[in-house]
């Protein structure tokens, strides 16, 4: 089989999520650049990778996926490498329920609510949306206590192996950690600080850093 490719941008926290996982798995890919919110959208061809418009997108020889958690565990399943999910169901659930939580809960208040409003926006000259960041700080408490609360001992989120529950995981809390209000509160979690101290030094979180 071919080289997979990916199409998006380093910036993406889901593209990263996937190149994360090639990069586990030690499987060489192409990345091919689609920017989302370039002025006036992605291409229009790129709307017959990912009719939503977003990215990433994936393709391997004549196979067509889009959705990161669909492309994580295909790349998993599909590729030689460490097993990037547990085998046994209790232990498989537990990382899917970790990876529905930060589709649902961890992107939406912790990149877009804390990290945009208080980093991005900012740095781009836009004002902030304060009800929007005062609403996600008092949130990120539960959503961190839920993670630290299923993460146990650890050493992995989502036991005691890396899994794609810390590579879903990781690329926001990368982006939270860098918002002023990010790392106290993170703090309060000490398993997941020490998660995050462990997730930091892989070498597939530098290979994959957003400006590389
Ligand atoms: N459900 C999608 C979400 C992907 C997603 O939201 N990606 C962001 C970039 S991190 C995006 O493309 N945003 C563009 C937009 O919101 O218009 C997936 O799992 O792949």
Do not use: C
Not at 159 to 176: E, K, Q, S, W
Not at 186 to 196: C, E, H, K
């Amino acid at each position: 089989m071919g080289k997979p490719t990916l199409f998006g941008a380093a910036y993406s926290v889901y593209v990263r999520a996937a190149r994360l996982a090639l990069h586990e798995k030690g499987v060489d890919y192409n990345l091919v650049p689609v920017d989302v919110f370039a002025e006036g959208g992605p291409p229009p061809s790129y709307l017959t990778r990912q009719p939503f418009g977003r990215i990433p997108a994936f393709a391997h020889d004549e196979f067509e996926l889009y959705e990161t958690g669909a492309i994580t565990r295909y790349i998993d399943e599909s590729f030689d490498g460490p097993e990037l999910q547990p085998a046994d169901p209790r232990s498989r659930a537990r990382v899917n329920q970790i990876i529905s939580i930060t589709d649902g809960y961890v992107y939406p208040v912790l990149v877009w609510g804390v990290y945009v409003e208080q980093v991005s926006k900012p740095a781009r000259g836009e004002p902030s949306d304060e009800t929007r960041l005062a609403a996600s700080l008092s949130r990120a408490p539960v959503i961190l206590k839920a993670l630290a609360d299923l993460t146990g001992d650890g050493p992995w989120l989502g036991g005691t192996a890396l899994t794609l529950a810390d590579l879903h995981v990781a690329p926001m809390i990368d982006y939270f950690a860098k918002a002023p209000e990010g790392l106290p509160i993170l703090g309060v979690y000490t398993n997941l600080m020490s998660w995050w101290s462990r997730m930091q030094e892989r070498a597939s979180m530098r290979q994959t850093e957003p400006g590389e």
